[in-house]
């Protein structure tokens, strides 16, 4: 139950999307729980965990920022990105200090708590889980692509995502956090590649099936160029039904406000479009549709922080 006025809240997924998500439930409250995931394989991420051994640190970063306190000069310090140096260049300063913080502090949960305070968090960051998983997707021609970075740029179209090792557990905080929620929230973010492998986890299916909050999908409002690629709002939501060879999700809010024709433009050079919701095709799944204006100011068609935080607080309340 809500305590104070504040939900217990769980997301999950990983990438801009969840950070957005984050940044403005923040502002209702404190008790959020962040699962995120930890395939990335690309960037500074990816540098570290291949020279390093240790779990990708960028996503997880970035729910940090979002979820501190106020913007503050520590803050930017953490999301700072070295522009030259040698084996520092592209590097950010938060992927490194994570990475230090984990050698430190004994473990990358012990790092995360440490930054957490650092920071002011507001609610608690995890990773999906703590083993090193590999992101493998079986596409539409039968061929297997291995690795995070290769899938988003294989030209196929994806028909399935597994985990490699595909037994890998989750941290066991997660478990009693989707217990213990008022709402559930997977999205937005990228498919194939930041929400549907933390569902893959083991045991998480399961606690979600056992949730009793409600399970709410936020669609993204742009197609995905290599993942979601002419799909509706419907498609994404089956093809999280396929992964889990079941129904969880009892609502899904998606995008009613108008995108401007310099955005559209800019998108449709990078072979995406709008995503349309599809109604009759998740009303027939006994989804319920939330719709609402919830496109951002930015030069980007991203979600609006507090007008999807908005929109998450009324559906609870």
Not at 59 to 86: P, S, W, Y
Not at 159 to 181: F, G, N
Not at 238 to 250: E, G, M, S, V, Y
Not at 280 to 293: N, P, Y
Request: hydrophobic share 45%; charged share 20%; with cysteine.
């Amino acid at each position: 139950m809500a305590k104070n006025g504040e939900y217990r809240i769980v997301v999950i997924g990983g990438g801009t999307g969840l950070s957005v998500l984050l940044k403005g439930l923040k502002k209702y409250t404190s008790r959020l729980t962040a699962i995120v995931t930890v395939t990335d394989d690309g960037g500074s991420s990816g540098r570290l965990r291949a020279e390093m051994g240790v779990l990708p640190p960028g996503d997880i970063r970035n729910c940090l920022v979002a979820l501190a306190e106020t913007e503050t000069l520590m803050d930017k310090v953490f999301q700072h990105r070295f522009q030259a140096g040698n084996g520092l260049q592209g590097h950010t300063l938060g992927n490194l200090l994570l990475v230090a913080m984990s050698e430190i502090a004994g473990g990358f949960i012990s790092a995360i708590q440490e930054v957490s305070k650092v920071l002011a968090v507001r609610g608690v960051v995890l990773p999906a889980t703590l083993e090193p998983v590999v992101l493998a997707a079986t596409m539409e021609n039968g061929s297997t692509v291995v690795g995070e970075t290769r899938i988003r740029e294989h030209e196929g179209k994806i028909e399935r995502i597994s985990l490699v090792p595909d037994q890998c557990l989750p941290v066991p905080e997660t478990l009693k956090a989707i217990q213990e929620a008022d709402a559930i929230i997977l999205g937005p973010g990228s498919l194939y590649t930041s929400i549907i492998p933390n569902l893959l986890v083991k045991g998480v299916a399961e606690s979600l099936t056992e949730a009793k909050a409600p399970i709410i999908y936020v669609s993204n409002i742009m197609t995905e160029k290599g993942e979601t690629d002419g799909f509706t709002a419907a498609d994404h939501l089956q093809a999280i039904q396929r992964h889990l060879n079941q129904q969880l999700i009892d609502y899904v809010i998606v995008n009613s406000g108008v995108i401007d024709e310099d955005r559209l433009s800019r998108y449709r050079q990078e072979k995406a479009i709008p995503v349309l919701p599809a109604y009759e095709e998740i009303q027939a799944m006994g989804i319920k549709i939330i719709e609402r204006d919830l496109v951002s100011d930015d030069d980007v068609a991203w979600h609006d922080s507090d007008k999807l935080a908005r929109a998450v607080l009324a559906l609870l309340d």
